[in-house]
């Protein structure tokens, strides 16, 4: 686990030092690559207790996740343009999708917080650069919409209870493997 901590530093240096020297392809590059390593750290060791999981793993991917679209947004040629916006209010979803993935296969409330919060906090900044668009009405329908789901998901945990919203039939031969000697 130390070594996707280390990775993750370098490669999170090395795309400030890119980000602010304006190299944004590179930035890009060094995202991409943080967060192939995140997403392998998440997934190897996911049953962490969520005291550690949360900030050691959920949030620094989920920001990750979120900074490849920003740093994408910012390399577009001309972000004004009416194609650019359109594709920008498309891929916004792509944060609900992204938590949403998260919510259901593996109940990882964690996620669901920390993508709505940085959902937003899209929505406030774009609120702030552009009052007639849609692209923060969305920031703030997706943020709505993921701490519902992530309350949804984590009430049952907080109180101890086991409520599952996906019915899981048992196995069609399971009353028949005791009787045969197989388990």
Known sequence: MGSHFIVNNLLHAG???LFVHSHFAWA???LLLN????????????SYPRFIHA???SAPLAWTFVAVYWNGAIMVPNPGSLVARIFANIFVWGIL?????FLYIYDDHTMGFSLSVLSAALGVAQFQRQFIALQWIFAFVIMGVLFVATVVVAAPLW???????RRRSPPA????????GEE
């Not at 967060?35 to 996911?46: G, M, Q, T």
């Not at 999708?97 to 993935?101: A, R």
Request: without cysteine; glycine residues 10%.
């Open 28 to 30: 890009e590059v060094m």
């Open 159 to 165: 109180l101890g209870r086991d409520i599952n919203f």
């Open 35 to 46: 967060f192939v390593n995140l997403s392998a750290l998440y997934f190897r060791h996911r």
């Open 173 to 180: 031969d399971q009353e028949r493997a005791p009787l045969l």
């Open 97 to 101: 999708v992204y938590g949403g993935f």
């Open 15 to 17: 795309f400030v030092g």
């Open 55 to 57: 900030p050691a793993i």
